[in-house]
């Protein structure tokens, strides 16, 4: 039933790369990552628990949702007269000083990243290179987020997210100029170091992914040699992550068994989320609903006063194999609980809509759009084991507003900035000798 469903997809992912003529289309994307999802599913049925077909005809339903709305978009634009290519309303050396100003002031504050991080750690250590010392930093973490607290050397948490921001503009800035630059070799390591130090997995993917997308809109086509190092990128955050928080790796490890342990991980990390679902979709009393679509807002809320009582985002483990447990449980466990499948599959729609409409205006040249899509990319992969759209809410309004602030607010139809129209030439005004043939016509 996993082989057939995953044809099914993969079936629904060819037409989508039909209608959108891109691997980034949003609906193409999702789906070809839900095709790979079910095909290691069914590859490791002998392993894993089997999928029930409950849940199978659940994802299906959930890419044809989510395609349909990518679809309707896509008509209704393609119905409207073209219109110009939107662009910065800023000029582009402002837009690279102010780039360059974002990549300075992330390196100077790497010292503010340390503090936070002896803060996180407990014991006034800064052994970075020590397994417990990034356990304790991701224990108090998680401490932190599920307590809603927040300090003022916690608000530099933020540092990470524009460090984030700004090796995407920087990226971005390069393509087009068709040049690398000095600060753009040196801010995107840091940034990645900046995403590594929350001791999760998903800050360092959504750096790698977010990269390789911008990269990808801003030139129009896709290198292997970008595609390679994406690749690589996201093996080395996944494995990062896997040996210094000890979740299937060990730095006094050797090579070779680390290898192992990581494609363990890495398995279980594609295939366990999925038959934990099932599970919880099966027995919803076994595995009590902590996820919802407004976590994020109710947490913005209590960090401002609210004081909403909110459970632990941290769920409860549910055995997928013999000898592996799984605490995360696709994106669907944050639409079926309260919504219900019918529900869930009209969110899959709007997010469809939202992610197209996103989508076309990136592909047709706003960098706003491009900077704000390329941030979302890592929620449709890694939609398997997480929900990190209506999840991450707050993440995507910083998103916006740095977009924003870097590349000036939009034009509004029929209104141009000052500088536009006064490049724009002026009507050419009547000869004199036009004007007195046209009178003496007249007259006579």
């Known amino acids: 039933m996993s082989a057939a469903c995953a044809l099914a997809i993969f079936a629904v992912a060819l037409v ?61 634009e393609s119905r409207r007269a073209p219109a110009p290519s939107p662009s910065a309303c800023r000029r582009p050396l402002a837009v690279r000083r102010l780039i360059d100003a974002g990549c300075l002031l992330v390196i100077l504050a790497l010292p503010v ?21 990034w356990v304790r930093v991701r224990v108090s973490s998680i401490r932190e987020w599920d307590a809603g ?57 959504a750096l790698v992914f977010g990269l390789i997308g911008i990269a990808w809109l801003t030139s129009g086509r896709w290198t292997l040699r970008s595609a390679t190092l994406g690749t690589l990128g996201a093996l080395v955050v996944f494995s990062c992550a896997a040996v210094f928080v000890n979740k299937g790796g060990r730095l006094d490890a050797g090579l070779a068994e680390n290898v192992k342990s990581v494609a363990e991980v890495g398995v279980l990390y594609v295939v366990g989320p999925i038959v934990a679902f099932d599970h919880a979709y099966g027995d919803p009393a076994a595995v009590p609903p902590v996820w919802s679509i407004g976590y994020s807002l109710i947490q913005v809320a209590n960090k401002l006063g609210a004081g ?19 605490n995360v449980y696709t994106l669907y466990f944050a639409y079926v609980p309260d919504f219900g499948v019918a529900g869930a599959l009209g969110l899959l729609f709007v997010v469809g809509a939202v992610l197209t409409w996103a989508f076309r205006r990136a592909r047709a040249g706003d960098p706003r759009a491009r900077l704000l899509y390329a941030t979302t990319l890592s929620a449709i992969l890694m939609s398997g084991f997480n929900e990190q759209l209506f999840m991450n809410l707050s993440f995507f309004a910083k998103a916006a507003a740095f977009s924003l602030l870097l590349y000036g607010l939009p034009a509004l139809d029929g209104v141009r900035p000052r500088s536009a129209r006064s490049r724009t030439p002026s009507a050419p005004a009547l000869e004199p000798s036009l004007g007195r043939e046209r009178i003496e016509a007249t007259s006579s």
């Open 149 to 205: 607290t927040v300090s003022w050397l916690g608000l530099s948490d933020n540092l990470v997210l524009l460090a984030l921001f700004v090796a995407l503009a920087a990226v971005a800035d390069d393509v087009s100029a068709r040049a690398l630059r000095l600060r753009t070799v040196v801010i995107v390591p840091v940034a990645l170091f900046y995403q590594l130090s929350t001791a999760s997995r998903s800050s360092g993917m």
């Open 16 to 76: 989508n790369l039909w209608v959108g003529r891109s691997l980034l289309y949003p609906p193409a994307l999702f789906a070809l990552t839900w095709a790979g999802y079910l095909t290691a599913a069914w590859a490791s049925e002998g392993t894993y628990v089997p999928v029930s077909a409950d849940a199978l005809l659940l994802f299906l339903g959930g890419v044809v949702a989510l395609s349909v709305g990518g679809l309707m978009v896509s008509l209704l």
């Open 308 to 326: 909403i009582a909110l459970p632990s985002i941290h769920a409860v483990y549910t055995r997928v194999a013999p000898g592996y447990w799984m």
């Open 113 to 133: 990243r340390f503090a936070r991080l002896q803060q996180l750690e407990g014991r006034g250590s800064l052994d970075i290179l020590s397994s417990d010392f």
